[in-house]
């Protein structure tokens, strides 16, 4: 079955980066996007970006260019997400999801989630 | 960006109750909608696409309707596995917004 398996939770202080790792495994890799959603503690769901394992070709949400960088390994059908200037404001739940594109567009499934505090 | 809100946030409700949750697009999505049921430490769980689709081993009792900027998700005879949070999410165009969610709570 398809499958998104994500890297333990992280630390950080203020001003340094972070790396999510996600590891798919069951479909073809290169055959689907990989969305990155954020939430908050207490909060909703907040897209980030999305990386096309194919060419590795990245579209993100204004408010995360420059900051986020997302990347895959093919050899190991593994994305990442590293996020780089953390603020507290970057304290959440990191989701990486299976894009589903047939004209319609679905996220199924999701990873298990990567807890990200930032504090001092 | 679309923005994207649901309303109520929360509710509260009984087992065996019909239960609506609406979803309003700042502009049109056409039919890119789709809705997520989301537990307590969990990841978000697909409930429907394409504004009324319900994919494999999501229950009856759930359905979707709505076109262009205004869709509704409701549940026939509320079950105690469906207390969770309900997101709605465009994918018509990045970013792929999400709207603040509906909790749904035990009356």
């Known amino acids: 079955q398809v499958q998104l398996v994500q890297s333990g939770a992280e630390v950080k202080k203020p001003g340094a980066s972070v790396s999510v790792s996600c590891t798919t495994s069951?479909?073809?890799?290169?055959?689907?996007?990989i969305d990155w959603v954020r939430q908050a503690p207490g909060q909703g769901l907040e897209w980030i970006g999305t990386v096309n394992p194919s060419d590795n070709s990245t579209t993100f949400a204004q408010k995360f260019q420059g900051r986020v960088t997302m990347t895959r390994d093919t050899s190991t059908n593994t994305l990442y997400m590293e996020m780089t200037s953390l603020r507290s404001e970057d304290t959440a739940v990191y989701y990486c999801a299976r894009l589903l594109d047939y004209g319609i567009k679905w996220l199924d499934p999701w990873g298990q989630g990567t807890l990200v505090t930032v504090s001092s | 960006d679309t923005q994207m809100s649901q309303s109520p946030s929360s509710l509260s409700a009984s087992i065996g109750d019909r239960v609506t949750i609406t979803c309003r697009a700042s502009?049109?999505?056409?039919?890119?909608l789709n809705w997520y049921q989301q537990k307590p430490g969990r990841a978000p769980k697909l409930l429907i696409y394409?504004?009324?689709t319900l994919p494999s081993g999501v229950p009856s009792r759930f359905s979707g309707r709505g076109s262009g900027t205004d869709f509704t998700l409701t549940i026939n005879s509320l079950q105690p596995e469906d207390f969770a949070t309900y997101y709605c999410?465009?994918?018509?165009?990045?970013?792929?917004?999400f709207g603040l969610g509906t909790k749904v709570e035990l009356k």
């Open positions: 999410q465009q994918t018509y165009s990045p970013p792929r917004t």
């Open positions: 394409s504004a009324s």
């Open positions: 069951g479909y073809t890799f290169t055959s689907y996007s």
């Open positions: 502009q049109s999505v056409s039919f890119y």
